[in-house]
């Protein structure tokens, strides 16, 4: 399964962005409302969103400052969330982020919808900092 969220601007450089997103306990201020848990370990970090399991994801992979990956930590829930960056101007950068999964049918189309919103929602929060 493949989500895609809508590319926005951020009020930061291409690297800020980068070093924001690398920095993992920021992920905290881009949560969605909805967070019921957040911890951070070494380069990963635990969250759970209202009625959701706990999921972790660590850092996978990174290009500085275009690309970065984190992974989830959890055989049982294979997926890769990837943060495409890109500088706009001297003082501004877009991200786009895409959620790559591998679930069954009858998984993919129970999670697909809460999973949009959520890599929408941390987008929309991305463009506000």
């Given at each position: 399964m493949?989500?895609?969220?809508p590319?926005?601007?951020?009020?930061?450089?291409a690297?800020?962005?980068?070093d924001?997103?690398?920095?993992?306990?920021?992920?905290?201020?881009?949560?969605?409302e909805?967070?019921?848990?957040f911890?951070?370990?070494?380069?990963?970090?635990?969250?759970?969103?209202?009625?959701?399991?706990?999921?972790?994801?660590?850092?996978?992979?990174n290009?500085?400052?275009?690309k970065?990956?984190?992974?989830?930590?959890?055989?049982?829930?294979p997926?890769?969330?990837?943060?495409n960056?890109?500088?706009?101007?001297?003082?501004?950068?877009?991200?786009?982020l895409k959620?790559?999964?591998?679930?069954n049918?009858?998984?993919?189309?129970?999670?697909?919808?809460?999973?949009?919103k959520?890599?929408n929602t941390?987008?929309e929060?991305?463009?506000?900092?």
């Amino acid at each position: 399964m493949n989500l895609e969220s809508p590319t926005v601007n951020v009020n930061k450089t291409a690297d800020q962005l980068f070093d924001f997103l690398m920095d993992v306990q920021n992920f905290e201020t881009i949560m969605p409302e909805n967070t019921d848990k957040f911890e951070v370990l070494d380069q990963a970090f635990i969250f759970a969103l209202k009625g959701m399991p706990s999921i972790k994801l660590k850092l996978h992979e990174n290009e500085k400052p275009s690309k970065i990956v984190f992974a989830s930590a959890s055989d049982k829930f294979p997926f890769t969330l990837t943060g495409n960056i890109a500088s706009v101007n001297e003082t501004s950068a877009s991200i786009n982020l895409k959620f790559d999964g591998d679930f069954n049918p009858m998984m993919a189309m129970m999670i697909k919808n809460p999973l949009q919103k959520f890599i929408n929602t941390l987008a929309e929060n991305l463009s506000d900092l």
